[in-house]
């Protein structure tokens, strides 16, 4: 059995993708809120893109819904939540980011997302795999039915707090407070190949979304392309 949340369930965000919210996880001491983001294929059947441990009955609607034919981790900060859904899952398609960390290499991955691999999804999804940092490679991926682009890490939305001063400031000081969602200062500093990271940025824009999913924060439902480009304005 899968682990259990108090989340609410499945939230219907776009034509074909749902959000589950996850609970809440520390990174270095800090609360994260997890999300995990579902597209059913034109086939009927189900992506999922980092997935977050769920309510039986929350896994219920989910199963229901379609087949889970693909787990998918599009940040290497995301992967340790594959295992678990891989338990109850054996025959989904577990597909990982080209950075992953060393405890999970044992996992039977099915394929890795690399800038000049093939795209599994291409009917449904694109995919970028963002370039210019040291730190995190991350795959962005575009679901064109429903214009929306689908993002982990790279940008985050942490909310402030009534009450919680010094949370306030470490999230202003970490970049990560912006009025619809930032890059975090940790991200941005590590990409030092500036030019790269605008080419990748040109690719996302390329894309006419006007959704965006994040993992850590709201998600936008009009406008995204200016929150886009707002949070990465740091790099022009
Ligand atoms: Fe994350």
Redo the contacts with the bound molecule.
Sequence with gaps: MMATTNGPGLKEFAPDIVLVDGPMVRDFGFP?TTRMTIVRLSDGALWIDSPVPVAPDTLAQIQAWGPVRYLVAG?P??VWRLRTWHRQFPDAELWVCRKQPARFRHLPWTGVLGPKAANPWASDLDYHVFQGSALLEEVCFFHAKSRTLIM??LIQHHQKQAGKPLRNALLTWAGSSGARGDVPLDIRWSFRDRARARQSLAQLMSWDFERLVI??GPCVEQGAKDVVMQAFRWLR
């Design positions: 994260f940040t900060r995301h982990n890490d993992a850590h």
